[in-house]
């Protein structure tokens, strides 16, 4: 009994609040640190499977396309503010440091992790809202990650294996449009997301609800 209670102490104090907006922000909270996880943990993924192993096939840009398409309020704090608004430099910049200790650096990485940002800043400007629906969110979340991947394709595999190691452009080109195309499996990422977000906003909310003559006004608990 004692241990249950612990736990749901824990649980409460992670996932709960005394208030609707108090629950939002921890879970916006959350949807944030998971998103950072998952971009860290791409490079620790590259150093077990290897670079070679599918080397387009990642859920990076679909992280960082999700978590930048909301907006997502984490409190008053100075701190999240931040964390929340730079999200996207801070979780790329973070993972390149890692990748940078694992692998080294290129100068192809340049345009590689300069174009996860691009992904990030596209991403920001849908401003969308978890409370909307589903297929609405989802919807304008792969378009935009789906836009990101080839924006992203053309300026790392284009311009970028052009600029830094030479060759052909045409040549380029016609080897991008297979890579392209297996990268936009990538988009296979986007739903779950969608769903973890549209998961963390079901919030408990007491609402007045009217009774018959005479009984008053008593409160209800709905979703």
């Not at 970028?160 to 045409?170: D, Q």
């Not at 016609?174 to 919030?203: E, N």
Request: charged share 15%; glycine share 8%; with cysteine.
């Amino acid at each position: 009994m004692g241990i249950t209670r612990v736990r749901r102490k824990i649980a409460e104090k992670i996932w709960g609040g005394r208030t609707p907006d108090e629950v939002l922000s921890k879970r916006f909270k959350i949807f944030v640190f998971i998103g950072i996880f998952l971009i860290g943990m791409f490079a620790v993924y590259r150093y077990f499977i290897g670079i070679t192993f599918l080397p387009n096939f990642e859920w990076i840009i679909p992280v960082l396309v999700v978590t930048g398409s909301f907006s997502l309020y984490c409190g008053p704090s100075k701190f999240w503010r931040i964390v929340t608004r730079y999200f996207g430099v801070l979780a790329v910049i973070s993972t390149f440091i890692v990748w940078f200790i694992m692998f080294g650096i290129l100068p192809i990485h340049a345009f590689v992790w300069s174009g996860f940002i691009f992904a990030w800043l596209l991403a920001m400007r849908n401003k969308l809202s978890m409370f909307n629906k589903f297929k609405k969110l989802l919807w304008r979340t792969t378009l935009t990650a789906a836009i990101a991947i080839i924006l992203f394709d053309v300026w790392t595999g284009l311009i970028g294996s052009s600029l830094t190691m030479g060759g052909s452009l045409w040549i380029v080109f016609l080897g991008q449009i297979p890579f392209t195309l297996f990268h936009l499996a990538s988009l296979v990422f986007v739903p779950p997301l969608v769903g973890l977000g549209k998961m963390m906003v079901r919030v408990k909310i007491s609402v007045p609800v009217a009774v018959a003559a005479g009984a008053g006004v008593r409160a209800r608990i709905k979703k």
